[in-house]
């Protein structure tokens, strides 16, 4: 465990070049003419806004060379090892929302079947990535310090600007911690304080996580921009407001507390930001979205198929989702992976009537069965249409291996419907009657038209439940909502889940996946979370 904190990032991220924030992330073919090292990084503006580039393209490249060949973390192929791939799968092939074909690929039967380990290569993958990330956000931090400022011999607008990419950086430490809160609970810690490569990091609780992560956040927060003023794909206050609202709304599954009044007041901060829905469903999940569907993309991660290369993160997702008779040019790529369906539980949300039409159902039936009998064949289960490297108008990307679309994390539609339940939850502050309206907004945009719109009888905890899944499938929440629902383990089944053809009860220990046994045996002051 202790190479995961001692990694230095100015030899980690400079083996190639990334260029400006335009599209987060560069070339990733390109390599510097000098050696780099951790003081030339820092006391270079130029340099030092690339090591920031890096912290976010760590969520969406593999390695050091695009679109692979020099891995980051090692023990599982590169393809496979990207963080947004990992974590789409760990919220979303673990549920009723998505199942992989790739059976005879080493970790795919057990995330399908929620029967995975310790030493399951994803459940290793998704930590090694989320460690990975937050030691190179604590090296970035430890290196802009306002002493270490002084010593660079910096102009005092230089200072400002290392300050703010250093709330960018604490923003990206806490996102990864809150992943670590949500799938792993009880998990090593260390900041840029800790001593690196010397001591085994110590465990941290879940409970005190929670509050680390709290009060990082908040703390954090008059560093960064305000809502809306920073580059497209870069942290601001409103993505630091999301994760502190998705904090405070699952935070009875996390230390066993109401935090819903203080969820309504950052879902309120947000809302009230100048964030806008986009027009169009469809298009938030096109090549273009980061203009036609900019007012409602609170945080991408960013993909460029000339310039962000990788086998995983989008080029996954939409790849992976085309098989059978599907046509690729549909889709804007070169061939399908014939991969990822969707399970009946999905499509049963949708209305079913000829006559009445909901634009988020997006689902591929032609050559396909509702019914999964067997996880492998990929025309068992419908297929998804959503994401696609083709832009609103209908042209394809810039590469058919590797897509353009952004992958929208955190959006307005999701606060709405936080808002929504928090309120219903008993969170004060806000009110039912505006809650209808944030939940019927979205589904005015659905039918395109009031004739989706519910009544104030209708918005209980199991329509909204429902109605996450009807406008997020597959955007990565399905886990974490069945999980805070209470659905997850018992009471409500999927096709394969528990290892069943028509779905089981498992363990309530499953609602956290285990600590890697690498990294148990690697450091003493870890330990197995329970049932594992």
Not at 9 to 22: E, G, R, V
Not at 31 to 43: A, D, I, L, Q, R
Not at 216 to 245: C, I, S, Y
Request: aromatic share 12%; glycine share 8%.
């Amino acid at each position: 465990m202790k190479n995961k904190f001692s990694r230095t990032l100015a030899t980690a991220l400079l083996a190639f070049s990334l260029a400006p924030f335009t599209s987060c992330v560069g070339d990733l073919d390109q390599t510097p003419s000098y050696e780099p090292t951790t003081e030339n990084v820092y006391k270079d503006p130029t340099l030092a806004k690339q090591a920031l580039a890096r912290l976010y393209a760590t969520m969406a490249v593999s390695g050091q060379q695009g679109p692979a060949g020099q891995p980051d973390i090692q023990g599982i192929d590169e393809g496979f090892s990207n963080y947004l791939r990992q974590y789409w799968m760990a919220q979303e092939l673990t549920t009723d929302e998505a199942i992989l074909a790739w059976e005879s690929d080493l970790g795919v039967p057990e995330y399908n079947r929620l029967t995975w380990n310790a030493s399951h290569p994803f459940v290793r993958a998704m930590y090694d990535r989320i460690f990975y990330q937050i030691s190179l956000c604590n090296e970035f931090i430890r290196q802009t310090t306002d002493s270490k400022l002084d010593s660079y011999g910096l102009s005092d607008t230089d200072k400002g600007n290392f300050r703010a990419y250093r709330g960018e950086a604490r923003f990206l430490r806490a996102l990864s911690y809150y992943h670590a809160l949500d799938m792993f609970g009880n998990v090593p810690f260390a900041t840029e304080t800790s001593e690196v490569g010397i001591k085994a990091p110590q465990r941290i609780e879940r409970a005190a996580l929670f509050d680390y992560v709290e009060k990082e956040l908040k703390e954090m927060e008059t560093e960064l921009p305000a809502p809306r003023t920073n580059e497209f794909g870069r942290a601001d206050q409103a993505a630091a407001w999301m994760v502190l609202a998705k904090l405070y709304l699952n935070a009875n599954v996390y230390n066993g507390s109401n935090h819903y009044t203080d969820a309504v007041t950052y879902t309120k901060k947000i809302i009230g930001a100048g964030y806008t829905l986009a027009p169009s469903y469809a298009n938030l999940f096109r090549t273009d979205n980061s203009s036609t569907s900019r007012s409602e993309i609170i945080l991408p991660v960013r993909f460029d198929g000339v310039r962000t290369k990788t086998f995983g993160g989008m080029t996954f997702i939409i790849h992976a989702s085309v098989g059978g008779s599907m046509a690729v040019n549909d889709f804007g790529i070169d061939f399908g992976w014939g991969g990822t369906r969707t399970k009946k539980n999905l499509v049963n949300l949708f209305p079913t009537a000829a006559t009445v039409t909901d634009k988020r159902s997006m689902f591929y039936s032609a050559g396909q069965s509702l019914e999964i009998n067997d996880p492998a064949t990929f025309t068992d289960g419908y297929g998804i249409t959503k994401f696609r490297n083709v832009s609103s108008a209908n042209a394809a990307g810039s590469d058919k291996t590797f897509p353009d679309t952004d992958f929208p994390m955190f959006r307005l539609a999701d606060v709405y419907l936080m808002y929504a339940e928090a309120v219903l939850r008993g969170g004060t502050g806000g009110d039912a009657g505006t809650a209808l309206g944030y939940v019927n907004a979205l589904r005015q945009r659905a039918y395109g038209n009031t004739s989706g719109n519910i009544t104030a009888a209708d918005l209980n905890l199991n329509f909204l439940l429902d109605e996450r899944a009807r406008e997020l499938y597959w955007e990565g929440h399905r886990r974490t909502d069945l999980i805070r629902f209470g659905k997850y383990t018992t009471g409500y089944n999927w096709p394969f889940k528990g290892n069943v053809r028509t779905g089981t009860d498992v363990a309530a220990t499953r609602t956290l996946f285990p600590i890697p046994t690498t990294d148990l045996t690697a450091n003493p002051n870890l330990k197995q979370n329970p049932g594992y």
